[in-house]
């Protein structure tokens, strides 16, 4: 995706906001006595002038926070990062990859609003290749660097199921939609709940903590895992053999 592109589809999501601002900013200055109060000098009339110009410095700072998430994404993504190999029970690189995500995050403020717009963002990026693992890598490490504890991600925007969400977190995260393999990979004291599917592997390497997974989950759950708890509402196809963690229903 060039710049310009970026560019035109962030000025997209900011304008996809409802109107209602302008209209309620409308409607109080009718309220207060319109332009004529402010002209007068009406200490309402120029709060209301006031907050409109607040409103509009934070919509610009919401921008300046999506901008700056995009190019830390887009670095990410030309860091050729490729995908973890799985030796034996342990998966390797996974470590490097967040540590590569880190550094590009580091010093860059974000709340839950700012997580929000940018999942809604990545539906642009998904012929990038290693898509669905080098996305919730990020987002894992967006998760976890983040000063927040808990943390909502909306997947139901994106079409491919996102690898690793969750991975390595000790905070609470809601995965609204689906996830793809190994989500919460070595969870330590975290909670995690997928209200969609889940893919193969999920709680692999898990130490501690609670894995929620109302739809129906892969393969190899919690292969590898050490401690833990991974609920199954809606089932499996299959249990790994070493699996540690409690998981409910067998």
């Given at each position: ?9 962030l000025?997209?999501i ?10 309620i ?28 110009t ?28 490729g ?24 010093n ?44 909502v ?83 499996c ?14």
């Amino acid at each position: 995706m060039s710049s310009f592109q970026v560019s035109f589809f962030l000025i997209g999501i900011f304008f996809e906001l409802p109107y209602c601002e302008d209209v309620i900013c409308m409607q109080n200055r009718q309220a207060s006595g319109g332009d004529r109060a402010i002209a007068q000098g009406n200490p309402a009339g120029n709060g209301l002038a006031g907050s409109f110009t607040r409103e509009a410095g934070r919509t610009k700072d919401s921008l300046d926070r999506l901008v700056g998430l995009l190019d830390a994404w887009q670095a990410f993504c030309k860091a050729q990062v490729g995908e973890p190999v799985a030796e034996g029970k342990r998966i390797i690189g996974l470590s490097h990859h967040h540590s590569v995500a880190f550094t590009l995050l580091c010093n860059r403020p974000f709340g839950q609003e700012d997580m929000d717009r940018f999942c809604q963002a990545l539906s642009s990026f998904e012929d990038t290749e290693n898509f669905a693992f080098k996305a919730g890598i990020f987002l894992s490490a967006m998760m976890n660097i983040g000063e927040g504890q808990e943390y909502v991600v909306n997947t139901r925007g994106i079409r491919t199921p996102l690898h690793h969400l969750g991975a390595c977190s000790s905070k609470k995260i809601i995965i609204r939609g689906d996830a793809g393999d190994h989500a919460g990979d070595f969870l330590n004291r975290g909670e995690m709940t997928i209200e969609g599917k889940a893919g193969n592997a999920v709680g692999s390497d898990m130490q501690s903590g609670l894995i929620t997974v109302k739809g129906r989950a892969g393969f190899s759950v919690g292969a590898g895992s050490n401690g833990g708890t991974i609920l199954l509402e809606s089932g499996c196809d299959g249990v790994a053999p070493d699996a540690k963690a409690k998981i409910e229903p067998r």
